[in-house]
C-alpha cells in the first residue's frame, strides 16, 4: 500500500514537500517514482529514484524538485522548491516492478 500527504495550497515559490508510506512490500528492494496528474491531462512523470539512491527527473522540474527515501522508515519524498502555476496537480507514487523485457529488432 502507498499512502501520499504533503499537498497544500501555497503561492508561487514556495515549497512543500511531499511524502509516500509503504507498506507490505519490500519497499529498499523497488525503485520508486513521483507522477502528476493536472487538470484535463494524462499522467505525466515527475522523478524517479533507484534502489541505491540514483535519481532521475523530468525536464520541468529538474533542479527544482528533489526525490529521496528513507528505506528505515520505508518512505518515498519529494521536496518541491520554487512552485510554478503549472506544477498545480495530482501527485502519485508508485513502485516500479520491471518485466523481463522483450527484444525489439528492426532489421530488413
Known amino acids: 500500500q502507498l499512502v501520499e500527504s504533503g499537498g497544500g495550497l501555497v503561492q508561487p515559490g514556495a515549497s512543500l514537500r511531499l511524502s509516500c508510506a509503504a507498506s507490505?512490500?519490500?519497499?529498499?528492494?523497488?525503485?520508486m517514482r513521483w507522477y502528476r496528474q493536472r487538470p484535463g491531462r494524462g499522467r505525466e512523470f515527475v522523478a524517479y529514484?533507484?534502489?541505491?539512491?540514483?535519481?532521475t527527473y523530468a525536464a520541468s522540474v529538474k533542479g527544482r524538485f528533489a526525490i529521496s527515501r528513507d528505506n528505515i522508515k520505508n518512505i518515498l519524498f519529494l521536496q518541491m522548491n520554487g512552485l510554478e502555476r503549472s506544477d498545480a496537480a495530482v501527485y502519485y507514487c508508485?513502485?516500479?516492478?520491471w518485466g523481463q523485457g522483450t527484444q525489439v529488432t528492426v532489421s530488413s
Open positions: 507490505g512490500f519490500s519497499f529498499s528492494d523497488y525503485p
Open positions: 508508485d513502485a516500479v516492478i
Open positions: 529514484i533507484d534502489t541505491d539512491g540514483t535519481a
